[in-house]
């Protein structure tokens, strides 16, 4: 059943429920579901946070929005750290050059996603906040896991708009949470985090796909055809700006012209996704005493 869901639906984004669906959440993540619906959370505003998710497929703020006060804590030290990294002179010279050895030419990768995590990390203490987990299971109806944790810093290049910086959906799952936190300020120039509201999963533009020549990604031409440019988002902030999108609906990075961006990501999946999950953690993190935390992991 999961090899079918995958095949039907992996970088596609489900119109209706349907009994795949229902499969997924109630049989393949059952678990989850009830704890979700037992335990709904202690944050008075995660649920209206999460039903805005289910309406527009997105939702973007300040990081005091959502995050508890240990969560903004974290965010301070892994942003520091963050920062600190992205100052190298190795960094710099990649910037300064204008091109990466990494298959993302247009990106230096900050924390990759193979990388290993201590149990007491500021990005482990920051991705495992139970106010940002709440939001994200009311939006996916169950407990989360945390796939992934990556930070990357976005510079211009003379290249045009490849890869991740085109229009395409995600395939990690049939319904997911994407979080990005800007740790330096983003404006047009940055090439901020664009994305189309109401085609996640269950939307009005779920099942409208753009005549497109790749298999993966949609140019801004092919993608105007059916969703006019005046509905695609933006989304600039200064530091510390949050974005919780389900990134099954249609997304890009956007290509800087200027400046850089820097940001950190977490990508939240059922604990059935369709890939391989990559996170790595050494130890187990004894701060760790929610039952939703504990699904996380």
Request: hydrophobic share 35%; proline share 6%; with cysteine.
């Amino acid at each position: 059943m999961q090899f079918l869901l995958q095949r039907l639906y992996k970088r596609k984004a489900i119109a209706k429920p349907n009994l795949l669906y229902y499969w997924w959440r109630d049989i393949a993540n059952a678990k989850r579901a009830r704890g979700m619906r037992a335990k709904p959370g202690v944050y008075s505003d995660t649920k209206q946070l999460a039903e805005q998710i289910t309406q527009q497929g997105i939702l973007v703020g300040p990081s005091n929005q959502f995050l508890s006060a240990e969560g903004q804590q974290a965010l301070t030290e892994a942003s520091k750290s963050i920062l600190e990294i992205s100052s190298q002179s190795q960094v710099q010279n990649i910037v300064a050059g204008g091109t990466s050895q990494d298959k993302k030419s247009y990106l230096v990768r900050l924390v990759s996603s193979e990388q290993e995590h201590s149990s007491d990390s500021p990005l482990l203490r920051l991705a495992l906040d139970e106010k940002l987990l709440e939001i994200v299971s009311g939006y996916l109806g169950l407990w989360p896991r945390l796939h992934a944790i990556a930070a990357w810093l976005n510079f211009p290049t003379k290249d045009q708009p490849m890869e991740a910086q085109l229009w395409h959906r995600d395939p990690e799952d049939l319904k997911l949470v994407k979080v990005f936190i800007y740790i330096a300020d983003v404006d047009v120039n940055c090439g901020p985090f664009s994305y189309i509201p109401k085609t996640h999963p269950f939307s009005d533009g779920a099942a409208k796909v753009p005549e497109h020549k790749d298999f993966k990604r949609i140019t801004d031409e092919e993608m105007h055809a059916t969703f006019p440019s005046d509905s695609w988002l933006k989304c600039t902030g200064p530091a510390k700006t949050m974005i919780l999108a389900d990134t099954v609906g249609y997304h890009r990075g956007g290509k800087p012209t200027e400046g850089v961006r820097i940001l950190v990501t977490f990508t939240y999946t059922s604990g059935t996704p369709f890939g391989e999950r990559k996170l790595r953690i050494k130890g187990h993190p004894a701060w760790v005493t929610t039952a939703i935390q504990r699904a996380a992991l």
